[in-house]
């Protein structure tokens, strides 16, 4: 029989890169999709090419409209988890609830979902009876895409790691602001670059300095200047010095591979907010258990999922293909600068990029909504 899906928070940006990945495979062809909202009810549902969708929107608050579904996936955000999750379980409902925010991620009975990566897990868990499934930090599901070998065949003794994270990280509204800043800059010094002049440039970077740096640049949301500039520090405060961020890396990578306390893959480093829209990178310097040569490293990298893209360590390829441009918008997994470092035979560099809204967020949830309509 087929299952019927609640779906929360489809409106919104990862929402709605979900929507659009679920209509390009026809995943709505395999589901009773039932659309709800916290603000409009009553109004349309979205255009799916379904028999079976609702006609207008249900209260997502209404607890024994979500009572009657299947699977709930909600993409609503923190708050809305905080509000309803608890309350709705505690009702007696034992469905299945898919979460892409980070509310139950650390509840020990959720599963963080990354199917290339943890699909035996997921499995066992299902048949363990866990009804709780969640996406992971981004920067951690794009990590663990990219190393995903590494991890696998145990090689990993530790890893530094320094993100470069786009602002779609921190929502839509942070990518507007972002906009804002570059809009606000360029209308102030269009005739100077229309003068062109090299001679000139000096001048026009102290115009810029005093601009990023006036109150008149918009900054709301970051509170202070992303263009031209950079954050080294997001999300909260998670103890002295350390951030959210930086923490979620080795407890979510752990707790998606299921390791326990005494085999932990040993994971910090430095979370950065840079001016890009939906891409993150990471750069990595990692302690290998043995020294391995670095042919073989690249197979067991190439070798683990069909998302991963190797590009070559020179400089045309790298340029050319390991960036945030050409990475948006794509399920493509490129990490590329893997060599040896010269501080050891052990220590192993690489750099990797990829699209925050799709495998960083909205691809694992749809997958798990696939592994359990199977079920
Ligand atoms: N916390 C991440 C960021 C987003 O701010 O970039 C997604 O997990």
């Not at 009657?68 to 905080?82: A, H, R, S, W």
């Not at 102290?206 to 900054?219: A, E, F, G, W, Y």
């Not at 067991?300 to 050409?326: A, G, Q, R």
């Amino acid at each position: 029989m087929m299952k019927s899906v609640g779906f929360i928070g489809w409106r919104g940006m990862v929402g709605s890169v979900l929507l659009d990945r679920m209509k390009e495979e026809k995943d709505f062809n395999n589901i009773i999709p039932i659309f709800f909202s916290t603000s409009q009810i009553g109004s349309t549902v979205p255009n799916i090419n379904s028999s079976f969708i609702n006609k207008v929107l249900y209260d997502a608050f209404d607890i024994s409209l979500l009572q009657e579904q299947d699977i709930i996936l909600t993409c609503q955000g923190t708050n809305y988890t905080k509000k309803i999750y608890d309350k709705l379980r505690s009702s007696g409902w034992e469905g299945y609830w898919i979460d892409s925010s980070s509310y139950l991620r650390t509840r020990n009975d959720s599963c963080i979902v990354l199917d290339p990566v943890n699909y035996d897990l997921i499995i066992n868990k299902i048949n363990e009876g866990f009804k709780t499934f969640v996406g992971g930090n981004c920067t951690v599901s794009l990590m663990l895409l990219a190393l995903g070998g590494l991890f696998n065949d145990k090689l990993i003794e530790w890893i530094s790691v320094a993100t470069y994270q786009a602002a779609s990280g921190a929502g839509s509204k942070h990518m507007f602001e972002l906009l804002k800043q570059m809009n606000f800059l360029s209308k102030y010094i269009d005739l100077d670059l229309k003068n062109d002049l090299s001679s000139n440039i000096l001048s026009i970077d102290r115009k810029v300095t005093n601009l990023i740096n006036s109150d008149r640049l918009p900054k709301n949301n970051f509170k202070v200047p992303l263009v031209g500039s950079l954050i080294p520090w997001i999300d909260k405060t998670f103890s002295y010095g350390i951030s959210k961020e930086e923490w979620k890396g080795q407890f979510e990578t752990n707790k998606i591979l299921g390791m326990d306390n005494e085999n932990l893959f040993l994971i910090d480093g430095i979370c950065v907010r840079i001016s890009t829209l939906r891409c993150h990178s990471q750069y990595f310097t990692i302690k290998l258990k043995h020294d391995i040569h670095i042919n073989d490293i690249i197979q067991i990298i190439y070798n683990h999922n069909k998302w991963v893209k190797i590009i070559p360590n020179d400089s045309e390829s790298t340029i050319s293909k390991l960036n945030p441009s050409v990475t948006s918008g794509t399920l493509d997994i490129p990490i590329g600068r893997i060599r040896k470092l010269n501080i050891g035979k052990k220590y192993l560099s690489a750099f990797t990029v990829g699209d925050q809204l799709l495998w960083g967020a909205a691809e694992p949830i749809r997958r798990m909504l696939n592994i359990l309509i199977k079920q």
